[in-house]
């Protein structure tokens, strides 16, 4: 029998057959998190499967025997691989706005508009 290509729409047909035999197998947990990873082809060979969580990366590769197996049974070749890899979340560079308490709203107020101060003083107010 000649080798299946590693192609996106053989990958794709080969990944839901073996979350299919998981979910048949009643190993739902396992073939949800199979479902939310992406996978992208690297060579000719091997691919990628991304993965969001740590959790969702040790599924994956709690399957890693019976995956690979399946893999290279349905392409018809032992030398398909993969690795699983973790995307770390993309840290924001932009500073998250906190709340400013209420010294900081009247100090921010009193620079913009200076009478508040002075009203503040002829009324004797205090800050609480």
């Known amino acids: 029998d ?14 839901e057959d073996y979350i299919g035999k998981l979910s048949a197998a009643k190993n739902h947990t396992t073939a949800d998190n199979l479902r939310t990873a992406e996978l992208v082809i690297t060579s000719g060979k091997g691919f990628d499967i991304y993965t969001g969580t740590n959790i969702q990366l040790r599924f994956i590769e709690q399957e890693r025997g019976g995956l690979i197996d399946h893999l290279q049974q349905f392409f018809r070749d032992r030398q398909i691989s993969y690795q ?17 308490n209420k010294r900081e709203q009247y100090q921010l107020m009193t620079e913009r508009y200076p009478l508040i101060r002075e009203l503040r003083d002829k009324l004797n107010l205090s800050l609480d």
């Open 2 to 15: 000649e080798s299946l290509p590693l192609t996106d729409e053989h990958l794709r047909a080969a990944w």
């Open 84 to 100: 699983v890899v973790l995307l770390e979340p993309s840290e924001s560079t932009e500073p998250v706005e906190k709340p400013l």
